[in-house]
């Protein structure tokens, strides 16, 4: 009898060593996680206190009746890839060199996105005429966005706009992304030395400059293909910035955006997207292009084909499910309903 209490106490004693082998690495790897993961909440409270641009318009935008909340409301942002950077200091002069209107379908977890070329003949509001797209900019943030919804009629809710440097920080800091590039070539780096990228074709790893160089390279092709690869390079951020690999550089990223980009985005909106970033293989991502022609007068403008216009139109107010095409945000929508029934078409 002694014996059998004896080995049922040494069973016991091994069992609890055997659980406390396993249970404390747990712990201490959950108390790091946890450390870590407040750390970065801290260090993005901070970024984004810093990085924050207030709109003369406030909290939301002139199509809508109340204020979004990207946690629970389908959202557009548009981002702004700015012509600038330190070493150019071009002041009033910048110009936006890539415009990338996104909208966010918070039940589905989709993206869908559309390139607007940069020499895009439309309607500028502040400046009352048309003009080049990227010309808004000369009146201001608040004055490109204003242009975009004038072209899609759709609300937008967000901005991101970010220079040279907070593209190059940024892909730096998630130590490179995966691009398949399509043609052999070269082009300046962001300091303006000519030639001094070099990339060749195929898949591979590029770091800042080169990714910069790729998104910025007009003498390939067209200003529509220029749009394509800057999705391209959009989305594999995205992929990269979502992986497991690279939960250990986020405090990387955070310090690249902090310095060098601005938002109207107040952190707690920022955190509520991090449904979409857990999403993984499950975020569909989609991209559009506007069509149109060359036109010369004798200034070159990309001429839009409207036809094209109020497919994507159409497309995006459906994805924000707006007016006719849904129940979500139908009362933070203005003066919507009219034209997204006028153009409720198939996009191919």
Same mark, same amino acid.
Do not use: C
């Given at each position: 009898m002694a014996i059998n209490q004896r080995q049922v106490i040494k069973k016991k004693r091994r069992r609890r060593r055997?659980?406390?082998?396993?249970?404390? +690495?747990? #712990?201490?790897?959950?108390?790091?996680?946890?450390?870590?993961?407040?750390?970065?909440?801290?260090?993005?409270?901070?970024?984004?206190?810093?990085?924050? @641009?207030?709109?003369?318009?406030? *909290? =939301?935008? @002139?199509?809508?009746?109340?204020?979004?909340? +990207? =946690?629970?409301?389908?959202?557009?942002? #548009?981002?702004?890839?700015?012509?600038?950077?330190?070493?150019? @200091?071009?002041?009033?002069?910048?110009?936006?060199?890539? #415009?990338?209107?996104?909208? #966010?379908?918070?039940? @589905?977890?989709?993206? =869908?996105?559309?390139?607007? +070329?940069? *020499?895009?003949?439309?309607?500028?509001?502040?400046?009352?005429?048309?003009?080049?797209?990227?010309?808004?900019?000369?009146?201001?943030?608040e004055s490109t966005i204003q242009t975009v919804e004038e072209l899609f009629d759709i609300p937008v809710d967000y901005f991101v706009k970010m220079n040279f440097e907070a593209f190059i920080d940024v892909v730096e800091a998630l130590d490179g992304i995966y691009v398949d590039v399509p043609i052999t070539f070269s082009e300046m780096d962001s300091r303006d030395r000519k030639n001094a990228i070099q990339l060749e074709e195929g898949f591979q790893l590029l770091n800042g400059e080169e990714a910069l160089a790729l998104a910025r390279t007009r003498k390939l092709d067209s200003d529509i293909e220029r749009g394509k690869r800057q999705q391209i390079i959009m989305k594999s951020i995205i992929s990269r910035a979502a992986s497991l690999q690279s939960l250990s550089k986020y405090g990387n990223v955070i310090d690249a955006l902090g310095d060098n980009i601005t938002t109207n985005f107040k952190f707690g909106e920022l955190i509520a997207l991090h449904d979409y970033a857990i999403s993984g293989e499950r975020l569909g991502i989609e991209s559009f292009h506007l069509k149109g022609s060359d036109l010369w007068t004798p200034t070159y403008y990309y001429q839009l084909d409207q036809e094209s216009v109020q497919e994507i139109s159409a497309t995006l107010q459906e994805h924000l499910r707006l007016g006719v095409y849904g129940e979500r945000n139908d009362s933070s929508l203005v003066n919507n309903t009219d034209v997204a029934a006028d153009t409720e078409t198939e996009t191919p």
């Open positions: 055997i659980l406390l082998w396993i249970l404390v +690495p747990l #712990l201490v790897l959950g108390t790091g996680i946890g450390l870590y993961a407040t750390y970065l909440v801290n260090k993005a409270a901070s970024a984004a206190q810093t990085s924050q @641009e207030g709109l003369e318009r406030g *909290d =939301k935008s @002139e199509k809508r009746e109340q204020a979004v909340n +990207p =946690k629970h409301d389908n959202i557009s942002i #548009l981002f702004m890839g700015v012509d600038d950077s330190q070493k150019r @200091e071009m002041g009033n002069a910048t110009r936006t060199d890539a #415009l990338i209107l996104a909208t #966010l379908n918070e039940k @589905e977890k989709s993206i =869908k996105m559309v390139s607007i +070329p940069r *020499d895009s003949l439309v309607y500028i509001p502040s400046m009352d005429k048309e003009d080049k797209i990227n010309h808004a900019y000369y009146r201001g943030t």
